[in-house]
Nanobody, 133 residues
Framework: QLQLVESGGGLVQPGGSLRLSCEAS????????IGWFRQAPGKEREGVAL????????AYVNSVKGRFTISRDPTKHTAYLQMYNLKPEDTAVYFC??????????????????????????WGQGTQVTVSS
């Protein structure tokens, strides 16, 4: 059974940094996509960043490009979201999610997967990130 466990959330001042971790277990396919979604109070959940292990490509929502970096430790099926220059509008519950199997093609891009939450097979419990002075 595919399971995801997040860690690393917390309270940080504007301009600060945080790193989220997502440890995956039970992945039985070779290729998959893993990444992060977030949901702010009163807003819909949105895709933030994804990583495709077939070729190491990444995808980000425009609002975090240049500030967030997603990476993966292949030895542990663990994904990381390094967040720099955090802003109050980044405050949200961050969820790790995995789409298994996944292989990017011309018709099924990683960027497109950011907006297809129904394609994700497992979700973590969520971790709170609060950016406030």
């Amino acid at each position: 059974q595919l399971q995801l466990v997040e860690s690393g959330g917390g309270l940080v001042q504007p301009g600060g940094s945080l790193r989220l971790s997502c440890e995956a277990s039970g992945i039985t396919y070779t290729y998959y996509a893993i990444g992060w979604f977030r949901q702010a109070p009163g807003k819909e959940r949105e895709g933030v960043a994804l990583y495709s292990n077939s070729d190491g490509i990444t995808a980000y929502v425009n609002s975090v490009k240049g500030r967030f970096t997603i990476s993966r430790d292949p030895t542990k099926h663990t994904a990381y979201l390094q967040m720099y220059n955090l802003k109050p509008e980044d405050t949200a519950v961050y969820f790790c999610a995995a789409s298994v199997p996944f292989f990017p093609t011309e018709s099924q891009t990683l960027e497109g997967l950011l907006s297809r939450q129904s394609d994700f097979d497992a979700w973590g419990q969520g971790t709170q990130v609060t950016v406030s002075s």
